[in-house]
């Protein structure tokens, strides 16, 4: 009998062939890493299956390569699920981010599946903004031998729905590459048909390449990253601690501390990354909405195969805080009420009044009669609001801190507010529970390198992710300069975190802080006005290699800041608009330019 000593010194390699194993792996792709692990666990076993031929090795036209660009992580979500599905079904899988797949490279593909969606205005996500601009180029080439599917990701209340996954269709299409299957289009209740989209595809992409079960025993490519068992459809039921107004007396505004309490789930997050929050709708809404409709809260209705009452369905399900455009051409039909039936006819004019009245509201506007179940099937799937973390897990260990605005509005005298910031903010009490779950942002991160400068653009609850990334900071004592811009409506009531910002300035971990209250003079200053006064320090922190983050209003501050950026550097560089345009995407690229915004 062998000892113990002498069965590991037989199973370990000596020196000189873990040298040479170094030497051979250190010219493998990844894919080839994945495929020689594999062979070698077969051989390991006395397979005689898997034999070292070229009949055995994955060949290009045999890999099916998913490419996502995501912006908040439900691209992200969806791919990695499409990948697990194929993978199990015994395709060659290449999962990748599309900011870490090499543009050029597209021409080495032959099946390629894509999930994209749209970021603002029509925009594409930060991870396929380079891809994006690549495939509608000059440069890009001829793919008359790819073969594509797109899953567009997007929101009916946006006039550019799904507009980047429509692009990438056209694009595509225009190389000369053809459709696997026709592009699908999905709301933001997007679950049910990203998941037939995916079966069909699966089903297709094999009868195309066959799968490794009938060629070989290759094994598929491994996604990365840890999973955490709390995801989007099994989220933690977390204890709220803390709900606490920031915002003064005589304040505009209702802003709100939040602290949640992680307990031992486990979850792990970063500075940068969202807290996706499912809520409940407000009891009294509910019973309003069934009174106008004229039903009862107990009348039977069906969602996904499973049977409940109207008021559960109302309450925890449907979506009854934001209208869609789809609800609004719904009722006018149903009613055919002229004013509102004119307002359907024209997209534009049905978004704005879909964006300024909720359903009980339309209802209310244009009364009809209608079945439990229909209007049930008329409205939107409740999904949770991801808002920013406002924490560093470094400071604050098993909790999750957030900033949150209380959206609520006056309309003909009744107040509304929305769904997920007046149940944290106000109905959901101390102690009680909230369902959560981390949605990771690998698009908004701190250097990697400590000593890197940052500049931090966040008015108002923008602030949320650039208090956790100077928690971050003074925790892990990264020496780095941090400036910050902050901005709001007034000082006296609207300075958020202003003890906390203040202790920065004092303790050195902020350098600069640039504060811009709108209302407190005659003339309005914002944080894009405070960028154009310090314009030679800005360029100079950019041209020594600062990061720069955005985060707050997407359809006017982040626009405007980004006005001021491009201005800053044309000036302070002697560079043309163009030449400064092109810095800032320079900045992107290297992720030096990061943006959340909403």
Not at 117 to 122: A, L, R, V, Y
Not at 147 to 154: H, T
């Amino acid at each position: 009998m062998l000892s113990e000593q002498q069965n590991l010194n037989q199973t370990m390699l000596n020196a000189e062939q873990l040298g040479s194993l170094k030497e051979v792996i250190g010219t493998y792709s990844p894919l080839q890493l994945a495929w020689a692990s594999g062979y070698l666990a077969a051989k390991s076993e006395g397979s005689s299956v898997v034999a070292l031929t070229t009949e055995n090795t994955p060949k290009a036209s045999s890999t099916l390569t998913i490419l996502y660009g995501s912006q908040t992580g439900n691209a992200k979500g969806v791919a990695k699920s499409l990948a697990d599905q194929a993978t199990s079904q015994g395709l060659t899988v290449d999962l990748k981010s599309m900011g870490e797949f090499k543009p050029k490279s597209i021409k080495n593909v032959s099946h390629l599946l894509i999930v994209a969606s749209t970021n603002g205005e029509g925009e594409a996500p930060d991870d396929a903004i380079t891809l994006h601009e690549f495939l509608s180029s000059k440069k890009a080439p001829k793919l008359e031998s790819l073969q594509y599917s797109v899953l567009a990701l997007g929101d009916t209340s946006y006039e550019f729905f799904c507009q980047t996954g429509k692009d990438f269709d056209e694009y595509l299409s225009k190389l000369g590459a053809k459709q696997i299957a026709p592009r699908v289009d999905c709301d933001v209740d997007y679950e049910d048909a990203a998941a037939a989209w995916s079966e069909e595809i699966i089903s297709k992409t094999i009868d195309l390449v066959g799968n490794n079960e009938e060629k070989s025993n290759v094994v598929a490519m491994p996604t990365t990253g840890a999973v955490s068992q709390y995801t989007k459809q099994n989220p933690y039921s977390a204890e709220l601690s803390l709900s606490q107004k920031i915002t003064g007396r005589d304040s505009g505004k209702d802003v709100r501390h939040i602290e949640i309490d992680l307990g031992d789930s486990g979850i792990t997050y970063q500075a940068g990354d969202a807290l996706g929050v499912w809520f409940e709708n407000d009891a009294e809404l509910v019973v309003e909405l069934i009174s106008e409709l004229n039903l009862l809260a107990n009348d039977e209705i069906t969602l996904a195969n499973e049977k409940l009452s109207l008021k559960n369905a109302l309450t925890s399900k449907l979506e009854i805080t934001q209208t869609s455009v789809n609800f609004i051409s719904f009722w006018a039909e149903l009613s055919q009420d002229k004013a509102l039936l004119k307002i359907a006819a024209d997209k534009n004019e049905a978004r704005e009044f879909a964006a300024n009245h909720q359903v009980v509201d339309v209802i209310k506007s244009a009364p009809a009669k209608v079945e439990a179940q229909d209007f049930a099937d008329s409205l939107r799937k409740i999904t949770p609001r991801l808002y920013s973390i406002a924490s560093s897990q470094l400071e604050v260990e098993e909790e999750v801190h957030l900033t949150v605005g209380l959206v609520e509005y006056d309309l003909d005298g009744q107040v509304r507010a929305g769904g997920a910031s007046s149940f944290l903010g106000k109905r959901l009490e101390e102690g009680g529970n909230v369902k959560v779950f981390i949605e990771h942002n690998d698009n908004f991160r701190l250097p990697s390198d400590g000593n890197t400068p940052a500049i931090m653009i966040g008015p108002g609850t923008g602030i949320a992710p650039f208090r956790a990334f100077l928690q971050e900071r003074e925790a892990s004592e990264a020496e780095g300069d941090n400036w910050l811009f902050f901005g709001d409506q007034t000082f006296t009531q609207d300075f958020l975190y202003q003890l906390e910002l203040q202790g920065y300035m004092k303790s050195g971990l902020l350098t600069n802080l640039d504060l811009a209250f709108s209302r407190d003079q005659a003339q309005k200053i914002y944080v894009q006005d405070r960028l154009r006064e310090k314009s030679a320090d800005v360029y100079a922190w950019l041209e020594r290699g600062a990061h720069l983050y955005i985060c707050g209003d997407m359809s006017r501050m982040a626009k405007d800041v980004e006005t001021a950026l491009i201005d800053i550097i044309a000036e302070q560089g002697k560079k043309t608009n163009e030449q400064a345009q092109q810095y800032l995407k320079d900045l992107r690229n290297a992720k030096r330019y990061q943006k959340d915004v909403y």
